[in-house]
Every structure is written in C-alpha cells, then in structure tokens.
C-alpha cells in the first residue's frame, strides 16, 4: 500500500463537487479530437506532471493517442468515478486500490479486460486476486507492495540482539526487550483507525491462525494482544494509535528505535539510511502472510460505447502490463511485479527488492475471498484494534 489503504468509499458528498469536475473531462463518450485522448486516472498524485510515472504512461499511448493523466488521493478515484459513470462521462483508463474491486464491480463501474482484449494470463493468482469477481477479471494488478519488518542494525548489535534468530513472536518480543533495556527504543507500526491501520494488522492476525471470516476469532485477540502489549510495556509510542504508515516512519528514521513495520515502498529509504528487513513473523514460526497491496487498472463502463477508443485504452494496459515492460512499469512505482519472470529481472537488476519476494509471493488479497463483505470485516477488526491499543 503505498499510501494505499482505505476503506471503501462511494458516495462522498463533499467530493462531489470535485468528481463533477473532473468527470467533465472524459472523454469516451465525447466525438472528434477527444477521440483521440486516453483519460488516465491514477491514484498517485505524488507522481507530477513530468515525473517519470507520468512520463512512462503517456509513452504507452497507441499510434494517433495522446494520454491525459490525472493523479487523484485513493478515495477520489473511486468516487469521482462513481459520478463520472453516471453521467456516462468516465475515465478511459481508472486505477484502483486493490480492496475498492468488490465494490466497483457491483456498482457496475468497470469492464471485463479479457473481453476487451486485454491479455490476462500469467499473473500470479496472490496478487490478481481482488480484481476476479465471479470469474471474471475486471482488474489488473501490475504488481504489489508489501509489509516487511525493518530494523536497525546499530540499535541491534548494541542490544546483542541477532536478527536471524527472530522466528517467531516469543523471539521476537524478546528482541524487543533487549532493544529497550539498551536504551533505545523498540518498535513503530500504524494502528491508526481505518484501511491503513488493518493492512497493518492483518500480517499479525494471519500469523495467528486468523481467518477474515471470523475477524473476532482467538488468533484477532492474540494479535490485539500482541500489538496492544508492546504499548503497554512502553516498547512502542503511545502515538501508534494515531500514526498511519508515514508518520510511524518518521519515528524510524529517527535513528531511536530498534524495528518498524512498514512497506516496501519504503526499501530505498531504508537502504540510505542503514535499515535491513526480514518477514514478519508468524506466531508460532515461519513467514506471517501480508496483505497484497497495490491497485489494479482498469476499464471503466461507458453507457455509450466507442469501441475504437475502448481498443486503445486496452492497448494502453497491455503496454503497462507487457513481458517486454511489467519489471519497469513496477520498477519505476517501486512495486515488484505480479509475474515471477519480472520479479526475477528486477531482482537481477536491483538486488534492493530480494528480501521482499517471499513475502509478495504468500502475500493475501483482502477481499479475494469474502468480497464485498470486507468492508464489514475491516470495520470490526479497526474497531477492535483501537479499542485493545487504548485500554
């Protein structure tokens, strides 16, 4: 999740202003010179104008295209999708995070790609997950991000702390008793209510048995347990209960403390500044799953049909998606890429990305299984997360 993580959203009054406007700029449904402009919506605003994201997509425009990017927050995409539909003005190209799927899907804002002419197969079935509803693949993932557990070697060694040897959570518990008997500080993570604070939490309440069917099972009060425990021994800040994922970084990048949950997304950072990772563990042992994050491309529904556009916009995804293209297009979104060919090139070529592959790879979509269901789903286990971080 890169920035990633929200729970669903559709109908946002306030962002409706904003949706009409932008909706105002597609152009499937328009005639003339428009018909040769392909509306991509992404939610990566950080990527400007000129950037090398934005650079990369509009080098995919088909012969006699253009490509109009537009860099919107998480939750605009979907709700000034949501508008832009029904007023059959909509996006050529929308990018969504992966747990908005479900609902786009039963909204009825987006297409079948493999009818579209989008070439699907080869994927890693982990990370496409969330974009298959009944069958059918309205999304596609270009790769995933992932939750790692960072650490400090300088902090590590001074607490006689080896990190190979944290296995599971009595280890790694441990660690962490070390690390603050040394004087440093132990560890950072997101409990923050919400997507963000759940994405988060899922690798614990996984590595504890957990099933997103029974999100108040024994394995969710283990991890409530677990996490809430490190604020109560004074391991973790207080703060962990409001910090999303870039503020808990921030403490990390302090130097003080020991290990910090986090993304992949932050590797190159990490990198810079001495930090290493190993997987999450599990509780009893092994690797904990995380949660795929990331988002999917996607065709959304025009009521009144341009099948040539259509065509073009479908060749801009298999640009994007390509055997030719799929390392870059992640290597240049920092992701590692949902086929295992281009995982392997850009491991060659970034020896950066290596720990990060087994976790992609036992990665879990959130709503693969239960659906539309996972917003109630999330919604308790955020609940119940908050409650258990503040007692």
């Not at 850009?346 to 990665?363: C, I, T």
């Amino acid at each position: 999740m890169q920035s990633t993580h929200t729970s669903r959203a559709i109908a946002a009054g306030t962002a409706l202003l904003a949706a009409v406007s932008l909706a105002a700029c597609g152009s499937s449904g328009s005639s003339g010179a428009d018909d040769k402009v392909i509306e991509f919506w992404d939610p990566y605003p950080q990527y400007a104008e000129g950037s090398d994201w934005d650079t990369y997509v509009k080098d995919c425009a088909p012969e006699g295209y253009t490509i109009k990017r537009q860099g919107l927050p998480q939750n605009d995409v979907l709700n000034n999708l949501t508008t832009a539909v029904k007023a059959d003005n909509a996006p050529d190209i929308a990018v969504l995070d992966n747990p908005f799927m479900p609902t786009a899907v039963d909204s009825g804002l987006v297409t079948d790609l493999a009818e579209a002419g989008v070439d699907v197969d080869g994927f890693d079935a982990n990370i496409e997950g969330p974009g298959i509803v009944d069958g059918v693949q309205y999304g596609l993932a270009f790769g995933s991000n992932a939750l790692g557990l960072y650490y400090n070697p300088e902090v590590l060694e001074k607490a006689g702390v080896d990190p190979s040897a944290i296995t599971d959570w009595d280890s790694l518990n441990e660690a962490i008793r070390k690390v603050v008997d040394s004087g440093a500080k132990g560890i950072t993570f997101s409990g923050i209510t919400g997507e963000e604070g759940v994405f988060q939490f899922l690798p614990w309440f996984w590595g504890a048995g957990g099933d997103l069917s029974e999100p108040e099972s024994q394995a969710a009060k283990d991890a409530e347990e677990l996490v809430s425990g490190w604020i109560k021994n004074g391991w973790a800040p207080k703060s962990a209960t409001t910090d999303n994922q870039s503020a808990s970084w921030d403490l990390m990048l302090t130097g003080e403390y020991g290990f910090a949950e986090n993304g992949s997304w932050q590797a190159a950072a990490a990198r810079e500044n001495g930090f290493e990772m190993i997987p999450i563990p599990a509780k009893d042992g092994g690797v904990a799953p995380v949660a795929t994050g990331g988002e999917f491309a996607t065709l959304p529904y025009h009521k009144t049909e341009n099948a040539e556009k259509t065509k073009a916009a479908a060749q801009v995804i298999e640009c994007l998606t390509s055997d030719e293209n799929l390392a870059k297009t992640n290597e240049t979104i920092g992701y590692l890429a949902a086929k295992k060919s281009a995982r392997e090139t850009q491991v060659k070529e970034n020896d950066l990305w290596a720990p990060w592959v087994e976790s992609v790879e036992g990665a879990r979509g959130r709503t693969t299984d239960v659906g539309l269901d996972y917003e109630t789903i999330s919604a308790t286990l955020s609940e119940n997360l908050q409650a258990a971080l503040n007692s």
